[in-house]
Structure formats: structure tokens, C-alpha cells
């Protein structure tokens, strides 16, 4: 081993070997610990697959979620919070879909409705859409339930603190899963944990911007007046409280709407006189759609559609075509039925017309050319439209609204997994997975590599990323593994008897 490198850390010998030996990393001076099943990632998708596993007789011990993370919840929440969706907000997802609660009974609806002490919410499911807006939880509500969720089935016991290097495939079969914990606390600057099966629930590698935008953000260095809506911005409020100003928002959806809200909020309760330039890439101005059986609503340059997929995604006749779908075809439907949108919410579409007609909130399709900074340090966007109009904006700030960074080599762990895992990509660009989530190439001996959330993406099914994917993918890992003898299986009488343990609260 090179003098260069302390003892207790990666040698470039177990950096450029695909497959480790135990010996190695012994000789590397890396101490080994061992667990059966290691969940990657530490949020939302690694607790529900902890949840159903506990559920299905895994003990507390046989689980270990590496995280940097000290809660399930806090980059949901971080996220949430800053795209204008604090804890008192509705978010955007299904009354049922319920990641505390495997079986969806009783609804996010009831739950509520028995905490608020009213028929209203019960109601209000009972004639969504019709007669109103779908229901969606607050997500203070969601929170709250994960926390209770979390102590019943021991989840804090299964949380190991730390940041995850590298998943590497083990001779002899299984994985070692290498972990910088939290200075000061192991002897040596990584650990590595032996184990038979690994879960991979990583979430989105980073915030993704415009290339405009990253770009004048770059050259001018200015991260002040240039934000996304994904990272802290709460000083564009606070300014325009102070004197009148002009935003552009870019983007068309869920994130753009809630920013939109947001702004229009504080003009109309404190009476500023904010204007509000909404630039869209591409205009809805109506229903659209391939055909007469998929068509979606549409207009005033948005796509509504009330969840990220339609719910048949989640269980119904389009779960089922995607499934069987060849993988070309499974780019249509995703095109078809996915994309941009954002449900269409009562208060939210008063608020735009009250703008329009006051003309201090302008729509346009237009796409950017250039921003650069003017010389009384406001911001100016080149815009050229698509009857080639161009179009000069002078504004005081831009909020990016366009969403997450996907691409799996902007994340460590994946990319190394891409190079030295034998892992591949589908034709999404993601994780390609079998019908188990299995990472197909990524096998060693009898131990399996499993994958859930926004990673696997352009697979057999459609919504990963949602409370209600990250639950069928948790309950397909889990079957795979009951098969294999980690867990029992779920069956109806298993069920029912959890069920009643979970409604009454009792730990497991």
C-alpha cells in the first residue's frame, strides 16, 4: 500500500478492482462489519422498504440504513419547504398513498378528517373531482405519521450516520458497502459493511438549472438574484416586501404553481406591487394529447393533471400496459401521460386571473436566449418566441423552477456503480431493473442488488417517484426476498394481524 494513503482508507488497489476480497481490505486497514441487508440513501424510499421488511418478520437487526440524514423526512421536507410547501401546505399526492401505512387504510382523508374534527375532508373525497379539488395531505400530516411509523418498528436502531463511498461486489458472492462516517467517531476514515444484499434509494444526485441560467450564475457569480426554487431563496420574498419588483418564473409545474402562489400570496395580503413575468418553454393553450382516449385538460400555457402519472399508473390498465410495453414504447407512455404538469386548483387558477387582469402577471412562450446582468445591477433575459419575435425582460430576480438533476453520473455512488458494478443504463438514461428491482449486471453469487425511487426510472413500472412507487417497489423487493428466506411472506393472514398491530400502535 502507498505510504500516501492512512491506514483505514480506499487504496488505489481497491479502487481500480471491481471485485474485493476480504483479505484486501483488511490489509487496506478498513475495519468490516457484518449486517444482512444494507439500504442506501437514508430517506423516504430506504424507510418504507425498512417499514415492509419489519413488517414481514426481518428483525431490527438484520437492517442497516446508511444515511447522512437523521431523519427519513428531512430532504423531503428541506426540498418541500423551500419550493414553497411548508408543513401546513397540501402536497401534491393521492389520499391513499400513505408511506407509514403499507395497506392505504384508513386515507390520508380520514386521518385528517378524525384529527380536524370534521366531515369536510371525507366529503371532499367522496366528490373529487367533480365537484372539487383532489385531496392531497398536508405535508405536516405526512411527517408526523413517518415519525410514528419510525418508532413503532425500531427504524432509529437501523440508522448508521454516514456517507456512503462505494458499493462494491464481494468474491465469494454479497457486497461491502463503504461508508465515511461522522468525523471523530470510528477510529479509521472509512468502515465497510459486509452483507448479502444491498438497497440503492439515492433520490436525485442534485438541483438542475437552466443552461442560461448556470451559466450567468458561473461568469457573474451571482447566486443571489439567479436562484432555483429547490434551494433557499426566501430573500426574494423579503425584498420585494420592501419596494416594488419584477420576477420571472421559469418553468410550468408543480414547483413553478407553488412559486406563483407564493408571490402572489404576499401581493395581494400585504399590497405590494410585485410584477410577475412567467416565461413558458412550450404554451398549453388547450386539451392535448395522442389521441381521443389519452388526452389530458390544458390551457393559459399549463398541462393539469392532478398527480405526477394518472392513477391508473399505480394499479390499473396503464401499470399493466407499461409493464408489457417494449422499451420504445415505454418512452411514449412516459411522453404521453408524464412530462410537465400541475393540478388545476381552484384558489391557485382565481389567483392567475385576477393577475391577467390586472395585468401585473404576464404569460408568455418564449425561450431564452441570454442573461446578462444590467448596469443598475438588475437582470436582462434575451427571449425570442416561436414566431421569432425577440423580446428583451428586465426583471430583479429569476426563480428557476425546472426541477431535479437525474442523471445518474452526477451521483458518486451510482457512477461508480455504472463502472465498476457491472450495472447499466436503460434506454432512459436510469438504473435498468428487473421485475423485482433487481439491478440487472449487478448480481454477486447470492447476494442482490436492489434499486427504488428516481434512479429507476424508464423501467417495467411507471411511478417510481411517488409515495405509492416507492411502496410497490419496496413490496416487490420484499417478495423477492421472502422467496430467498430473509423474510416470511405477506400473506393475507400475516396482513390482517400487522394491520391490526399498526392500528393500534404497537411495536414490532
Known amino acids: 500500500m502507498s ?19 476480504d483479505q484486501a481490505l483488511a490489509a487496506a486497514g478498513i475495519p468490516v462489519y457484518d449486517t444482512p441487508l444494507v439500504s442506501v440513501g437514508g430517506g423516504l424510499a430506504s424507510f418504507i422498504l425498512a ?12 437492517i442497516r440504513v446508511v444515511s447522512t440524514s437523521e431523519t427519513p423526512w ?44 370534521s366531515l369536510a375532508l371525507v366529503w371532499q373525497v367522496l366528490v373529487e373531482p367533480l365537484l372539487s379539488d383532489f385531496f392531497s395531505p398536508r405535508a405536516g400530516t405526512v411527517f408526523a405519521t413517518v415519525r410514528r411509523e419510525a418508532d413503532r418498528i425500531a427504524y432509529w436502531s437501523m440508522l448508521a450516520q454516514g456517507q456512503v463511498r462505494m458499493v462494491r ?34 433520490g436525485y444526485p442534485g438541483l438542475k438549472y437552466l443552461p442560461d441560467l448556470q ?29 416594488p419588483g419584477v420576477v420571472v418564473v421559469r418553468g410550468a409545474g408543480i414547483v413553478a404553481s407553488r412559486v406563483l402562489q407564493r408571490l402572489i400570496d404576499d401581493r395581494e395580503r400585504l399590497g405590494l406591487q410585485t410584477q410577475i413575468v412567467q416565461v413558458f418553454r412550450t404554451y398549453v393553450a388547450g386539451p392535448h394529447g395522442p389521441g381521443v382516449f389519452m388526452r389530458r385538460k390544458g390551457g393559459d400555457g399549463w398541462a393539469y393533471q392532478a398527480f405526477t402519472f394518472p392513477k391508473s399508473a399505480f394499479g390499473g390498465q396503464l401499470k399493466a400496459q407499461y409493464r408489457k410495453a417494449s422499451a420504445e414504447r415505454r418512452g411514449q407512455l412516459s411522453k404521453a401521460v408524464g412530462g410537465t404538469t400541475t393540478p388545476r386548483l381552484r384558489r391557485w387558477q382565481g389567483q392567475l386571473r385576477r393577475g391577467r387582469q390586472g395585468g401585473w402577471y404576464h404569460p408568455m412562450q418564449a425561450v431564452v436566449e ?15 418566441g416561436d414566431d421569432g419575435a425577440y423580446n428583451r425582460i428586465v426583471s430583479d430576480f429569476i426563480i428557476d423552477c425546472t426541477g431535479l438533476e437525474a442523471d445518474m453520473a452526477e451521483h458518486r455512488v451510482l457512477d461508480d456503480l455504472l463502472r465498476n458494478g457491472g450495472a447499466r443504463r436503460n434506454k432512459a438514461g436510469r438504473l435498468a431493473v428487473g421485475p423485482n ?39 416487490d423487493i420484499a417478495a423477492d426476498l421472502a422467496a430467498r428466506g430473509f423474510v416470511r411472506r405477506l400473506g393475507p393472514v400475516r396482513s390482517t394481524g400487522q394491520w391490526l398491530k399498526w392500528a393500534l400502535g404497537r411495536s414490532i
Open 74 to 117: 428531512q430532504s423531503w421536507e428541506y426540498l418541500t419547504r423551500v419550493s414553497q410547501l411548508p408543513a401546513h401546505e397540501r402536497i401534491r399526492s393521492d389520499a391513499g398513498a400513505r408511506p407509514d401505512n403499507i395497506w392505504g387504510f384508513p386515507s390520508y382523508a380520514l386521518h385528517e378528517a378524525w384529527q380536524d374534527k
Open 169 to 202: 461486489r464481494r468474491a465469494g458472492g454479497g457486497y461491502f458497502t463503504v461508508v465515511t462516517p461522522p468525523p471523530g467517531t470510528t477510529p479509521t476514515k472509512r468502515i465497510a459493511i459486509r452483507s448479502r444484499y444491498v438497497h440503492l434509494a439515492v
Open 3 to 21: 505510504s500516501t494513503h492512512a491506514r483505514g482508507d480506499l487504496t488505489p488497489q481497491l479502487i481500480g478492482t471491481p471485485v474485493w476480497y
Open 370 to 384: 441570454k442573461v446578462e446582468p444590467t448596469r443598475d445591477g438588475r437582470l436582462l433575459s434575451h427571449t425570442r
Open 437 to 475: 428491482f433487481e439491478v440487472l449486471g449487478a448480481a454477486s453469487g447470492d447476494g442482490v442488488l436492489y434499486a427504488s425511487g428516481a434512479a429507476t426510472g424508464g423501467n417495467h413500472f411507471l411511478a417510481v417517484d411517488s409515495f405509492m412507487g416507492m411502496q410497490t417497489a419496496a413490496l
Open 215 to 243: 451559466e450567468f450564475r458561473e461568469t457573474h457569480n451571482d447566486y443571489h438574484r439567479v436562484v432555483n426554487a429547490y434551494e433557499p431563496h426566501e430573500h426574494v420574498y423579503e425584498f420585494l416586501k420592501t419596494r
Open 51 to 62: 417499514d415492509v421488511l419489519r413488517i414481514q418478520g426481518a428483525p431490527a437487526s438484520a
